[in-house]
């Protein structure tokens, strides 16, 4: 789980999303399937609100690793589904 605080957590996350293709589908509140049309892979981010803290999750080696002791980084993928998750809440709160 990645706490989300600021935009300068998703500096390299931008460069790396700019060279790939991402469809981002909603698949219940605050959950995202995210396709990179590049290479066909498929991931699932899940976002959180826990004690007023953001919180992003991501199921690509980057934003969950599973090998060594390497800690979860803000990735494209959340990138991808933040970007569209926050578009959706300045619809449904009328911005």
Do not use: W
Not at 2 to 26: D, G, H, N, P, W
Not at 77 to 92: E, F, N, P, S, W
């Amino acid at each position: 789980m990645i706490q989300i605080q600021s935009k300068t957590q998703f500096t390299k996350a931008i460069e790396r999303a700019k060279k790939e293709r991402m469809l981002v589908i909603m698949l219940r509140f605050r959950d995202y399937s995210v396709l990179n049309r590049s290479n066909g892979r498929r991931y699932v981010v899940m976002f959180e609100v826990v004690n007023g803290k953001k919180f992003g999750t991501c199921s690509c080696e980057a934003g969950s690793p599973m090998r060594g002791n390497h800690l979860p980084m803000v990735c494209k993928h959340l990138l991808a589904a933040l970007t569209v998750h926050t578009a959706l809440m300045a619809q449904r709160n009328g911005h």
